[in-house]
């Protein structure tokens, strides 16, 4: 069953901006706090960001003050705003809910490639 389908990346240079969307199905979307997750070649899963249903959120140190997180909880949809990328902010980006929640299914990530 697909329940998160992320879409959005693609390659942009240094200082370029891009926006991710994470289509959830399923009701677990608009009881849970959501983040966006990513994971580079030969690196561990990093949590970016997380957004709670009213929509309070925090942000990884490292994209902090570049990166905006939003959902749409009636469109079960949630974004990542990335400006002023660099080439660490290179990876498979994914969405699923908060960690202390208990991931779903994965879905298939969508990548994003900072490259000059």
């Known amino acids: 069953q697909v329940q998160l389908v992320e879409s959005g990346g693609g390659l942009v240079q240094p200082g370029g901006s891009l926006r991710l969307s994470c289509a959830a199905s399923g009701s677990f979307f608009s009881i849970s706090t959501m983040g966006w997750y990513r994971q580079a070649p030969g690196k561990e899963r990093e949590l970016v960001a997380d957004?709670?249903?009213?929509?309070?959120?925090n942000y990884a140190d490292s994209v902090k003050g570049r990166f905006t997180i939003s959902r749409d909880n009636a469109k079960n949809t949630m974004y990542l705003q990335m400006n002023s990328l660099k080439p660490e902010d290179t990876a498979v980006y994914y969405c699923n809910r908060a960690p202390s929640l208990g991931w779903v299914s994965w879905g298939q990530g969508t990548q994003v490639t900072v490259s000059s």
């Open positions: 957004i709670a249903v009213r929509g309070n959120t």
